[in-house]
DNA sequence: TCAGTCGGTTTGAATTTCCAACTAACTTGT
DNA sequence: ACAAGTTAGTTGGAAATTCAAACCGACTGA
């Protein structure tokens, strides 16, 4: 038994499972680009993401239930919100630019499509790098941990906030 | 019209939503996880993963489609395939990453979870700069560029190698 | 007054996923 | 030799999710 193997029938339970259950619903990431590109109303995010109403309201509720987005009233009669990101959901800008930056290697096809830059103006080449070691991140630099709960507490620096 | 608005009922056409469209489908994650973790059997990522047994065959079918896996035959008789990951697959590390970490830092809740460290031994503290100007990414450091198709080359030491 | 906007909710149909059982071709243990 | 187990799927039917379009109430601007 490697530490890579699981018990004979439980998935692993690991935090990229866990932020998948919020992060990987259908459209939640493509919100959440729309709020870190500057588009914070429904109406708006719905069609610059192609998702349904319905199942687009589901998702900003979700999002908000884990602190990742907050609704902020914009108007009082009749009351009207806007979608705005936390801290938590600001940070979810690296997964974000990995991705866009993976696909724009990729996922070359013949439609063309809205590539994306970094503020400097050069194309996107992200790079990254271990904090402690300053070391690049690549296949086989990612290892599994021990087990955390909330027992380990969160950094205060990174307290939910909102 | 701010460059960030899309046309009347056309969702927004980008590299990001290009992305999802292969990493983004439920289990494909997970499954691409177990493959860099060193789990390459359809059992093995099937129970690892929880995904069910004939939607994980769906997946591995469109990862490899794209070029993200590729079937790699270890018995002949009866034919047994293990899933490898290709070079572009070896490059969503940096999303699997990202993910991680945002992840252990906003997700911690009552139940324990496996963790994730570099392979110096750190706990994942990853930076995500730009290549070109070194400076840090963060929200708002991402902005929409000009649209690209096939017609712009891929640079070839990042065409598709299977 | 009348069309249009905004942020949803509702409805019923279409699609996707789930799960358990089944299969085929082996391999291993007794 | 024979039974049991492993492996990588496939099948079928139920359950859950998503879809698109219509509807709604409270406004706003012409």
Redo the contacts between chains.
């Keep these: 038994m490697?530490p890579?193997?699981?018990a004979?029938?439980a998935?692993?339970?690991?935090?990229?499972?866990?932020?998948?259950e919020?992060?990987?619903e259908?459209w939640a990431?493509?919100a959440l680009?729309?709020m870190?590109?500057?588009?914070h109303r429904f109406d708006?995010i719905a069609?610059?993401?192609?998702a349904s109403r319905d199942i687009l309201t589901s998702r900003l509720r979700t999002l908000e239930s884990?602190?990742?987005i907050e609704r902020v009233q914009y108007s009082e009669h009749p009351p009207r919100h806007e979608y705005h990101?936390t801290i938590?959901g600001?940070?979810?800008?690296?997964?974000?630019?990995?991705?866009?930056?993976?696909?724009?290697?990729?996922?070359?096809?013949?439609?063309?499509?809205?590539?994306?830059?970094?503020?400097?103006g050069?194309?996107?080449?992200?790079?990254?790098?271990?904090?402690?070691?300053g070391?690049e991140?690549?296949?086989?630099?990612?290892?599994?941990?021990?087990?955390?709960?909330?027992a380990?507490a969160?950094?205060v620096d990174?307290q939910?906030q909102i």
């Excluded at 870190?36 to 588009?39: R, W």
């Excluded at 690549?138 to 709960?149: A, E, F, H, N």
């Design positions: 490697t890579t193997d699981t004979r029938d998935p692993r339970a690991c935090f990229i499972a866990a932020g998948l919020v992060l990987g259908r990431l493509l680009r729309e870190s590109l500057g588009v708006q069609r610059n993401t192609g884990h602190g990742v990101l938590s600001a940070e979810i800008a690296p997964i974000l630019i990995s991705l866009a930056a993976w696909s724009s290697t990729w996922m070359r096809d013949e439609t063309p499509r809205a590539s994306y830059r970094h503020s400097c050069a194309d996107l080449k992200p790079v990254l790098t271990c904090a402690e070691c070391e991140f690549r296949l086989g630099s990612l290892m599994l941990g021990p087990l955390v709960s909330t380990d969160i950094p990174k939910r």
